[in-house]
């Protein structure tokens, strides 16, 4: 339950209000209207890649029911809807001519949430690359960001007449991390520190595709980061170090390139990335915003000697988590310092932040016959709202809050089994029940309007 102080949330002056959903996860349809195939097809069509099987269809269905997702943003009144476009909708192998009928879709949704006076804030890159693309290399080629450069181009020529705020890529970390380096997600390589040149081709990648959507009239443009608040278990030298170690790979070497055109030292990783002359001048193209996706903070010790990387995480003590369970721990006020801290090693080279994702999975029935009570939600997104606001009375400039995820919907490799949304959706009729937290939003957000 919230304390007092959460339960007389004030929201934050000037902010604006969204919510998001991504397209891999909600859409369903993976198969219709010309869609080629995508890295998280092939993961999840290979056997135990996935908790419990499932293959994200049909899921809440959104390609076909966009409609009912736009009524349900309306209800809630927000500002902008955050979602994302499917590379293989748009361009089935990552390269040549356009599908039109993938297009299309995006057509009607941008117009639709235009027509119930919704900001559309598409996200171009959410996971989902082109298999054709992986089988050529993947992020670990170059060639990989100029492709997605030609992408966006296509994208940008269709929508960018209507279409004005957008980010570039979500969440590179994940992608390089748990898709290249452990094999948790797509595209399911094991390749530890050798994975690292993905995180140079991803955000050249976002500095390409900020100056195509500059040139076709964008007034914003940023990337969506995932951040977390790192801490040593302990004292100690090791941990300590550790931590650092782990604070660079995780939110350092994604925030330095964009935000200063450079790149930490990784000397003691024995790493180099394959940088070229003049690719930090497209990287750290200056954006408009700087998205920051925070649900967690992490707790690192050293790892025991002969381990293959220098950190493991351990559970944070003392508090709650979430239904991920104990690594995904609840401590709002650490979003507050994760704030802090960026505002003040950046300076004036931040610009304002938008938090692009922030939320939290908890045990849900897969059935309802009415809206669920869901509290320890409310709970946490007070919390975290509110740590928020104590960041902007530290003069810390945030101007949107994005609330993951309207929709439950498909977890990636965790499928069905956890829910994040303010709707509950029944995974295989696709219906839709707003949860308490849904209402919740929606009154907050009225407040904040008064």
Same mark, same amino acid.
């Not at 349809?29 to 890295?39: E, K, L, Y």
């Not at 989902?128 to 020529?157: C, K, N, Q």
């Not at 608040?229 to 330095?256: C, E, G, K």
């Not at 950046?346 to 029935?365: C, K, M, Q, T, V």
């Given at each position: 339950?919230?304390?007092?102080?959460?339960?007389?949330?004030?929201?934050?002056?000037?902010?604006?209000?969204?919510?998001?959903?991504?397209?891999?996860?909600?859409?369903?349809?993976?198969?219709?209207?010309?869609?080629?195939?995508?890295?998280?097809?092939?993961?999840?069509?290979?056997?135990?890649?996935?908790?419990?099987? !499932? #293959? @994200?269809?049909? /899921?809440? $269905?959104?390609? %076909?029911?966009?409609?009912?997702?736009?009524? +349900?943003?309306?209800? &809630?009144?927000?500002?902008?809807?955050?979602?994302?476009?499917?590379?293989?909708?748009?361009?089935?192998?990552?390269?040549?001519?356009?599908?039109?009928?993938?297009?299309?879709?995006?057509?009607?949704?941008?117009?639709?949430?235009?027509?119930?006076?919704?900001?559309?804030?598409?996200?171009?890159?959410?996971?989902?690359?082109?298999?054709?693309?992986?089988?050529?290399?993947?992020?670990?080629?170059?060639?990989?960001?100029?492709?997605?450069?030609?992408?966006?181009?296509?994208?940008?020529?269709?929508?960018?007449?209507?279409?004005?705020?957008?980010?570039?890529?979500?969440?590179?970390? !994940? #992608? @390089?991390?748990? /898709?290249? $380096?452990?094999? %948790?997600?797509?595209?399911?390589?094991?390749? +530890?520190?050798?994975? &690292?040149?993905?995180?140079?081709?991803?955000?050249?990648?976002?500095?390409?595709?900020?100056?195509?959507?500059?040139?076709?009239?964008?007034?914003?443009?940023?990337?969506?980061?995932?951040?977390?608040?790192?801490?040593?278990?302990?004292?100690?030298?090791?941990?300590?170090?550790?931590?650092?170690?782990?604070?660079?790979?995780?939110?350092?070497?994604?925030?330095?390139?964009?935000?200063?055109?450079?790149?930490?030292?990784?000397?003691?990783?024995?790493?180099?990335?394959?940088?070229?002359?003049?690719?930090?001048?497209?990287?750290?193209?200056?954006?408009?915003?700087?998205?920051?996706?925070?649900?967690?903070?992490?707790?690192? $010790?050293?790892?025991?000697?002969?381990?293959?990387?220098?950190?493991?995480?351990?559970?944070?003590?003392?508090?709650?988590?979430?239904?991920?369970?104990?690594?995904?721990?609840?401590?709002?006020?650490?979003?507050?310092?994760?704030?802090?801290?960026?505002?003040?090693?950046?300076?004036?080279?931040?610009?304002?932040?938008?938090?692009?994702?922030?939320?939290?999975?908890?045990?849900?029935?897969?059935?309802?016959?009415?809206?669920?009570?869901?509290?320890?939600?409310?709970?946490?997104?007070?919390?975290?709202?509110?740590?928020?606001?104590?960041?902007?009375?530290?003069?810390?400039?945030?101007?949107?809050?994005?609330?993951?995820?309207?929709?439950?919907?498909?977890?990636?490799?965790?499928?069905?089994?956890?829910?994040?949304?303010?709707?509950?959706?029944?995974?295989?009729?696709?219906?839709?029940?707003?949860?308490?937290?849904?209402?919740?939003?929606?009154?907050?957000?009225?407040?904040?309007?008064?």
């Amino acid at each position: 339950m919230a304390d007092a102080r959460e339960r007389t949330l004030v929201p934050p002056a000037g902010m604006r209000w969204s919510a998001a959903t991504a397209a891999f996860q909600v859409e369903g349809s993976r198969h219709a209207d010309g869609r080629g195939r995508s890295i998280w097809d092939d993961f999840v069509d290979t056997p135990g890649r996935v908790k419990d099987g !499932s #293959t @994200a269809e049909p /899921g809440p $269905a959104s390609y %076909e029911r966009y409609a009912d997702d736009i009524a +349900l943003l309306r209800g &809630l009144g927000v500002d902008r809807y955050r979602f994302s476009i499917s590379w293989v909708r748009v361009q089935p192998t990552g390269s040549g001519a356009a599908e039109r009928a993938g297009l299309a879709y995006y057509d009607r949704l941008v117009d639709g949430l235009l027509d119930a006076g919704i900001v559309p804030f598409p996200t171009l890159y959410h996971w989902e690359l082109p298999s054709a693309l992986e089988t050529a290399g993947g992020w670990l080629a170059r060639d990989t960001a100029e492709r997605f450069a030609e992408y966006t181009e296509i994208v940008a020529d269709a929508l960018g007449d209507r279409v004005k705020n957008w980010y570039t890529i979500n969440e590179p970390v !994940s #992608t @390089a991390l748990q /898709g290249y $380096a452990i094999g %948790e997600l797509a595209p399911g390589r094991q390749l +530890l520190f050798d994975s &690292l040149p993905t995180v140079h081709h991803q955000l050249l990648a976002h500095g390409r595709a900020v100056a195509v959507l500059r040139a076709h009239g964008a007034d914003t443009v940023g990337i969506a980061n995932n951040h977390t608040w790192v801490r040593p278990a302990t004292d100690s030298d090791a941990d300590q170090t550790a931590a650092h170690v782990y604070d660079v790979i995780h939110n350092r070497l994604f925030a330095d390139p964009v935000l200063t055109g450079n790149y930490p030292d990784l000397s003691s990783l024995g790493v180099e990335l394959p940088v070229q002359d003049g690719d930090m001048d497209i990287i750290s193209l200056a954006s408009d915003f700087y998205g920051v996706n925070f649900y967690n903070p992490t707790t690192i $010790a050293a790892a025991p000697d002969g381990a293959p990387v220098p950190f493991i995480q351990v559970p944070t003590p003392g508090v709650e988590h979430t239904g991920f369970g104990e690594l995904w721990p609840i401590e709002p006020a650490t979003l507050t310092m994760f704030l802090a801290d960026a505002a003040r090693r950046y300076g004036d080279r931040l610009p304002p932040i938008i938090i692009g994702e922030n939320g939290a999975s908890f045990p849900e029935p897969d059935v309802v016959a009415g809206p669920i009570d869901d509290d320890r939600r409310i709970a946490y997104l007070e919390g975290h709202i509110g740590a928020v606001a104590d960041a902007m009375a530290q003069g810390v400039r945030v101007d949107e809050y994005t609330v993951w995820s309207l929709l439950d919907n498909f977890e990636w490799a965790d499928g069905f089994t956890q829910r994040f949304g303010l709707v509950h959706v029944n995974q295989q009729t696709s219906h839709r029940t707003p949860k308490a937290s849904y209402d919740w939003y929606r009154a907050l957000i009225a407040k904040a309007r008064r």
